[in-house]
T-cell receptor
Framework: SQKIEQNSEALNIQEGKTATLTCNYTNYSPAYLQWYRQDPGRGPVFLLLIRENEKEKRKERLKVTFDTTLKQSLFHITASQPADSATYLCALDEESGGYNKLIFGAGTRLAVHP | DTGVSQNPRHKITKRGQNVTFRCDPISEHNRLYWYRQTLGQGPEFLTYFQNEAQLEKSRLLSDRFSAERPKGSFSTLEIQRTEQGDSAMYLC??????????FGPGTRLTVL
């Protein structure tokens, strides 16, 4: 069956360290993968999109990698800050190259401590 | 504010009642999506519109759920004969063509 897995346990790190979140998927062949941030009681906010032919993408302190062989994406936040504390969701398109019907993972909660 | 808006933000209803939610997407976006999210889970796709055409409904969407986007602008999601299992956050998102989706703040439904 199709599945997207993110670490269900919260990730606790110290301010200034790099946070690394993992997204693994099975039985999909997505054309791209997206990462969203979600704060409690709010809708998700788009962060980054990486395409299947891209290995790595960066935006400010954020970096995403996409390994279609391993069926895995890693999401890094460098020089983390308490304001980065949130739940981070990965999402991929169910139908490669389709109209971007997104399938989301359950998310990983990140807590950055001062 | 030019973001996606949803109304109401919260809805408490009794089991068996009908409820309707509204979503106003970003004005130039031709695609509109509805998702449902329960505690500790990611959003689950419910249905999708391109302009006024509803192109897909998830198997999760029972016959009690109906969505419309009559003029290709705002959309409504109606749930008839609500059940306690319908309690969730209902999220609306919009996009222009593909890629990034912009989400609204959601409507939290509680069915007593």
């Amino acid at each position: 069956s199709q599945k997207i897995e993110q670490n269900s346990e919260a990730l606790n790190i110290q301010e200034g360290k790099t946070a690394t979140l993992t997204c693994n998927y099975t039985n999909y062949s997505p054309a791209y993968l997206q990462w969203y941030r979600q704060d409690p009681g709010r809708g998700p906010v788009f962060l980054l999109l990486i395409r299947e032919n891209e290995k790595e993408k960066r935006k400010e302190r954020l970096k995403v990698t996409f390994d279609t062989t391993l069926k895995q994406s890693l999401f890094h936040i460098t020089a983390s800050q308490p304001a980065d504390s949130a739940t981070y969701l990965c999402a991929l398109d169910e139908e490669s190259g389709g109209y971007n019907k997104l399938i989301f993972g359950a998310g990983t909660r990140l807590a950055v401590h001062p | 504010d030019t973001g996606v808006s949803q109304n109401p933000r919260h809805k408490i209803t009794k089991r068996g009642q009908n409820v309707t939610f509204r979503c106003d997407p970003i004005s130039e976006h031709n695609r509109l999506y509805w998702y449902r999210q329960t505690l500790g889970q990611g959003p689950e796709f419910l249905t999708y519109f391109q302009n006024e055409a509803q192109l897909e409904k998830s198997r999760l969407l029972s016959d009690r759920f109906s969505a419309e986007r009559p003029k290709g602008s705002f959309s409504t999601l109606e749930i008839q004969r609500t059940e306690q299992g319908d309690s969730a956050m209902y999220l609306c998102a919009s996009s222009f063509l593909g890629g990034e989706q912009f989400f609204g703040p959601g409507t939290r439904l509680t069915v007593l």
